[in-house]
């Protein structure tokens, strides 16, 4: 919704919040005075968390459904909801099997759709809300041996987009993250970015995955600014559909007006930096 608005949110429901984006963002509106609720697949396993739980498997639409209804019951409302369970696989078309790609489209693509599913109904009958959908770099340009991960980004932008337009008469707004790597003190590969089973250790997928550990080793963009700029998104009065940040500001521009030869030599560039990482 493009307009003004009468609400300022106050009550927030974080889809994946066990960890990273999600954990920080939750802290980080807490502090502001909302009143946050976070959701994991088992919140029995959660570490130690200020923030109320639920569980939500975002590839059981059930589940999904439940969680929300839960979280109106908890919170009395659900004005924003935020979708931060993402999944990242890293191989080329070859390497990434059909079970990888599937699951990514799973959780990315399907599951942002069951929580859409789910919470547009409860903010039709409340009369607001926002869903913010968190897309990347990655949902900007397409990105040799991340094929996956890309392709189901683009996906999301679609989806939200086509969202967007579809609920704006019912006072319903719709916001698209597009963060690059935040710099954060975990692994380089493991739950957050897995590589794909077929891929070789040799393979330009693990040159690919060692220049990304060393941007986001690099990166000044943190989940703390991250999540000021979401919640800067809750609290306006008249938000954009697209929220560039750092160097996808600048791709977006590029896509968007460049040739297909400067795309290439883009692309290019950034393989052969790969080959040297």
Known sequence: MTGKTTHTAKTVLICGASGGLGQ????????????VCGTMRDPSKATATDFPML???????????????????????????????????????????MAELDRVYAINVLGLAAIAKA???????????????MSSLGGVLAVPYLSAYTSSKFALEAFS????????????????????AMHMDRPDVGDHLKIAEGAGSNSMTQSVARLMAKDTRASKLTPEKVSLAIHDVIVSKKRKLRYPMDRARVVGKIKRVAPQAMINKLI?????DARRA
Do not use: F, W
């Open 119 to 133: 919470a547009v109904p409860v903010m039709r009958d409340q009369g607001r809300g926002l869903i913010v959908t």
């Open 55 to 97: 569980a939500m498997d975002v590839t059981d639409e059930q589940s999904v459904a439940e969680c929300l209804s839960a979280a109106r019951e908890k919170m009395g409302s659900v004005d924003v909801v935020v979708d931060c369970v993402n999944e990242m696989v890293l191989g080329s078309v070859e390497e990434t099997s």
């Open 161 to 180: 987009e086509a969202l967007y337009h579809e609920v704006k008469p019912d006072n319903i707004d719709v916001a698209i993250m597009q963060p690059v």
């Open 24 to 35: 920080v963002l939750a802290r980080t509106l807490q502090g502001k005075g909302m009143v």
């Open 268 to 272: 290019g560039g950034m393989l052969n």
